[in-house]
T-cell receptor, first 112, second 115 residues
Framework: AQSVTQLGSHVSVSEGALVLLRCNYSSSVPPYLFWYVQYPNQGLQLLLKYTSAATLVKGINGFEAEFKKSETSFHLTKPSAHMSDAAEYFCALSGGYQKVTFGTGTKLQVIP | DARVTQTPRHKVTEMGQEVTMRCQPILGHNTVFWYRQTMMQGLELLAYFRNRAPLDDSGMPKDRFSAEMPDATLATLKIQPSEPRDSAVYFC?????????????FGSGTRLTVV
């Protein structure tokens, strides 16, 4: 069985501050991990993915995530938040069979 | 950019009516998924297909929902009869072989309201 837990359904940061969105996973097989972003009234867009190569993964819009096996975590970070980063972010896990399990999402609010 | 196209974008219908949602996956993608998103349940996988064959539809209420891929360029999700609890945003997503590795591309969704 596989699962994804996103800590914090809502996160608020000031513009220019560090963004940290937390994701922990559980998987009985080596996981592939993803972060998706959803802007209002849009579908989900792939932000970045970990597929067992480098543990630090860089994605679009300045985001990056680090895979830490010992902590079963895949937290998403961005050094400096921008107003356009306000969206909902989903962590996702694939353990095979082309089925992906999504977390419950974290809504990021950026305060001017 | 290649995109997944969903129609209609919005649908308002009366309880008991049939609803059909359509999805055009990205050309060459052999795996197609249907998800439902609500505030209460988040993202739920309803069904998915590989090479047009249904692989898993365990997330779908069988008595009223049906999903098909009549050809490689069209996936459909039907609800008959619709109920107010079916109100949600329905997303189609597609992926190439090895979707585990590459991730999905999502459409913009169909926002369904059943009154």
């Amino acid at each position: 069985a596989q699962s994804v837990t996103q800590l914090g359904s809502h996160v608020s940061v000031s513009e220019g501050a560090l963004v940290l969105l937390r994701c922990n996973y559980s998987s009985s097989v080596p996981p592939y991990l993803f972060w998706y972003v959803q802007y209002p009234n849009q579908g989900l867009q792939l932000l970045l993915k970990y597929t067992s190569a480098a543990t630090l993964v860089k994605g679009i819009n300045g985001f990056e995530a680090e895979f830490k096996k010992s902590e079963t975590s895949f937290h998403l970070t961005k050094p400096s938040a921008h107003m356009s980063d306000a969206a909902e972010y989903f962590c996702a896990l694939s353990g095979g069979y082309q089925k992906v399990t999504f977390g419950t999402g974290t809504k990021l609010q950026v305060i001017p | 950019d290649a995109r997944v196209t969903q129609t209609p974008r919005h649908k308002v219908t009366e309880m008991g009516q049939e609803v059909t949602m359509r999805c055009q996956p990205i050309l060459g993608h052999n795996t197609v998924f249907w998800y439902r998103q609500t505030m209460m349940q988040g993202l739920e996988l309803l069904a998915y297909f590989r090479n047009r064959a249904p692989l898993d539809d365990s997330g779908m209420p069988k008595d009223r929902f049906s999903a098909e891929m009549p050809d490689a360029t069209l996936a459909t999700l039907k609800i008959q009869p619709s109920e107010p609890r079916d109100s949600a945003v329905y997303f189609c997503a597609s992926g190439p072989s090895g979707t585990d590795l590459y991730g999905y591309t999502f459409g913009s969704g169909t926002r369904l309201t059943v009154v």
